[in-house]
């Protein structure tokens, strides 16, 4: 890995250059769980694209609909 990750206040990080110590970009906490597992970074990547607003879309209205219509009350 040719970044590294400094606390700069809480629940931000700035990422630098490991070689130059140029700051590169700045990161959340929530940042480093989704970069560092490779699940949730699959994940993130597709719906990151450009081509997949719809898809986003389309697949958090599923999810919604699907908790929504969870019959939560009958145990």
Do not use: H, P
Not at 50 to 70: G, L, Q, R, Y
């Amino acid at each position: 890995m040719n970044i590294v990750w400094e606390l700069k206040e809480k629940n931000l990080y700035t990422l630098r250059n490991r070689l130059t110590g140029e700051a590169k970009y700045t990161a959340s906490r929530i940042d480093a769980v989704f970069g560092s597992n490779s699940i949730l970074r699959s994940y993130v990547e597709v719906y990151a694209q450009n081509d997949n607003k719809e898809k986003f879309v389309s697949d958090f209205i599923a999810a919604w609909t699907k908790v929504m219509n969870m019959d939560i009350f009958s145990y």
